[in-house]
T-cell receptor, first 114, second 115 residues
Framework: DSGVTQTPKHLITATGQRVTLRCSPR?????VYWYQQSLDQGLQFLIQ???????AKGNILERFSAQQFPDLHSELNLSSLELGDSALYFCASSPHDRSDSPLHFGNGTRLTVT | AQKVTQAQTEISVVEKEDVTLDCVYETRDTTYYLFWYKQPPSGELVFLIRRNSFDEQNEISGRYSWNFQKSTSSFNFTITASQVVDSAVYFC????????????FGRGTSLIVHP
């Protein structure tokens, strides 16, 4: 058990809808990362927060947004969903925002858009 | 820009065989970190090992060993006497010390170990 909690585990929704994915990092970790895993794109970095502030942005669509709250949990909001957004969304955490920190991943949220 | 290539998409072996998973990386930084993660069928990615660019010593942990060679920009992972429980997708990742600290992942290698 990595100590990173993601909810929900599965999400099935229709095109055009909006969903929120939730992540609680490991105790003591200040940094939260969001990744999208799909069959054709592999593991793609979306966005990273450190102690409540956005620190790095990857291939995140404008329809997607995220935030990290004072208690350090994070939410990823996906709106105007399309079929192509179906994927496994991972949250990971680390103590710092440094390159030597390994990431500790949650179990992921499997999103299916129908 | 950093890049990680795992050319082997899928490897299939029979239990007790040794297997090597290849990882080739590209970076312009002199300081960088390499990682291996395991994603079992249950889905969660599990951190296995980290290597920094200044430490080329090979590492062994039980049946697992890692061979880091800067001359060929490779960080290969060998499982000795494979077991069915080793069946998983294995990812190699790179983060740069001076550039982007966000890890870039390879596409992963799916290892299937048959009994």
């Amino acid at each position: 058990d990595s100590g990173v909690t993601q909810t929900p585990k599965h999400l099935i929704t229709a095109t055009g809808q909006r969903v929120t994915l939730r992540c609680s990092p490991r105790s003591g970790d200040l940094s939260v990362y969001w990744y999208q895993q799909s069959l054709d794109q592999g593991l793609q970095f979306l966005i990273q927060y450190y102690n409540g502030e956005e620190r790095a942005k990857g291939n995140i669509l404008e329809r997607f947004s995220a935030q990290q709250f004072p208690d350090l949990h994070s939410e990823l909001n996906l709106s105007s969903l399309e079929l192509g957004d179906s994927a496994l969304y991972f949250c990971a955490s680390s103590p710092h925002d440094r390159s030597d920190s390994p990431l500790h991943f949650g179990n992921g949220t499997r999103l299916t858009v129908t | 820009a950093q890049k990680v290539t795992q050319a082997q998409t899928e490897i299939s072996v029979v239990e007790k065989e040794d297997v090597t998973l290849d990882c080739v990386y590209e970076t312009r930084d002199t300081t960088y970190y390499l990682f291996w993660y395991k994603q079992p069928p249950s889905g969660e990615l599990v951190f296995l090992i980290r290597r920094n660019s200044f430490d080329e010593q090979n590492e062994i942990s039980g049946r697992y060993s890692w061979n880091f060679q800067k001359s060929t920009s490779s960080f290969n992972f060998t499982i000795t006497a494979s077991q069915v429980v080793d069946s998983a997708v294995y990812f190699c990742a790179l983060s740069e010390g001076g550039g982007s600290y966000i890890p870039t992942f390879g596409r992963g290698t799916s290892l299937i170990v048959h009994p």
